[in-house]
Nanobody, 121 residues
């Protein structure tokens, strides 16, 4: 079973920085991509940033220029460096993984439990 554990969330003032980390563990055969999503109260989860196993990164418009996603493939971890944080960044942030648990299987998706990020004005 695949497990994703996020860390690094917390309370920060506007203009500050946080670094979120996600560690994947379990019976993972291969990882095709990892990503960070966020969800506002009462809203849907929205993609913030993603990165493929080959290192190709994509960002939501709101994250461009402020956030940086990175991976350590050897450790099956993904991080999100968040700079110049704004109150509108306040949300629960979720780690996401697309990968296989067996060579004969297609990709499945997995979610972390979420970590709260709160940015005060």
């Amino acid at each position: 079973q695949v497990r994703l554990v996020e860390s690094g969330g917390g309370l920060v003032q506007a203009g500050g920085s946080l670094r979120l980390s996600c560690a994947a563990s379990g019976s993972i055969f291969s990882i095709s991509a990892m990503a960070w999503y966020r969800q506002y109260p009462g809203g849907q989860r929205e993609l913030v940033a993603s990165i493929t196993s080959g290192g190709s990164a994509n960002y939501a418009d709101s994250a461009k220029g402020r956030f940086t996603i990175s991976r350590d493939n050897a450790k099956n971890t993904v991080s999100l460096q968040m700079n110049s944080l704004k109150p509108e960044d306040t949300a629960v942030y979720y780690c996401w993984l697309a990968g296989r648990i067996g060579i004969m299987m297609g990709d499945s998706v997995y979610w972390g439990q979420g970590t709260q990020v709160t940015v005060s004005s």
